[in-house]
């Protein structure tokens, strides 16, 4: 079972449309939990960041964060095709080093 | 532009050869992290570094790979005898030090892809 699993998708929405993608996880000892946005080609950009349990809103943006199911959400609304990237979950325990990520979530936003 | 570079971007070599990777981390960073992208997969950490220091290298696979990261200058991952299947994209990343800032978060660079024919 890998540490962190992510729907490949792709997923493709209208623009406009509230889009939610989401990751589980399987060590509890996860504290830290990150959302990173890949253009295709590029390197990942950061876009969230939450430390332990629930809610962070950025414009456009929210993720959750819900340790009891393991689970984290990042939504977006009001999707834009300039949102068309991969997103990508990471996630990393209170003082090691390393990051873990999921494989990522293709989205399409469709003009 | 005081984001992570990576150099070169673009790395073409014939089995056997040796790949060289650079990293100049944000201003300001004093840590620096590499990972290795394969094709359909997440991004999965290989080393940990600081001035002078290897932290962790835990992800790094026991042979042909090295990396340092010099007093001055950028830090190096080194690839020895490069096979097919180290044909990746390599990222970058880095964060402040403890004393200043969030050592949680990682800023990445736009990637080295290593192409071994």
């Known amino acids: 079972q890998k540490e962190v699993e992510q729907d490949p998708g792709p997923l493709s929405v209208p623009e406009g449309a509230i889009v939610s993608l989401n990751c589980t996880y399987s060590n509890s000892a996860f504290q830290y939990f990150m959302w990173y946005r890949q253009y295709s080609r590029k390197g990942p950009e950061l876009l969230m960041y939450t430390y332990s349990s629930g809610n962070k809103e950025d414009g456009r943006f929210t993720a959750q964060v819900d340790k009891s199911s393991k689970y984290i959400s990042l939504f977006i609304r009001d999707s834009q095709p300039s949102d068309s990237a991969t997103y990508l979950c990471?996630?990393?325990?209170?003082?090691?080093?390393?990051?873990?990520f999921g494989t990522g979530t293709r989205l399409t936003v469709i003009p | 532009n005081a984001g992570v570079m990576q150099n070169p971007r673009h790395l073409v070599r014939r089995r056997g050869q040796e790949a060289r990777l650079r990293c100049s981390p944000m201003k300001g960073h004093s840590h620096v992290y590499w990972y290795r992208q394969l094709p359909e997969e997440g991004l999965k950490f290989m080393v940990y570094l600081q001035k002078e220091n290897i932290i962790d290298e835990s992800g790094m696979p026991k042979e042909r790979f090295s990396a340092e990261f010099p007093k001055e200058g950028p830090s190096i991952l080194r690839i020895q005898q490069v096979v097919r299947g180290d044909s990746a994209a390599y990222f970058c990343?880095?964060?402040?030090?403890?004393?200043?800032?969030?050592?949680?978060?990682?800023?990445f660079g736009p990637g080295t892809r290593l192409l071994v024919l």
């Open positions: 990471a996630m990393k325990i209170a003082g090691a080093n390393n990051l873990f």
């Open positions: 990343a880095s964060s402040p030090s403890r004393a200043s800032g969030s050592v949680e978060t990682q800023y």
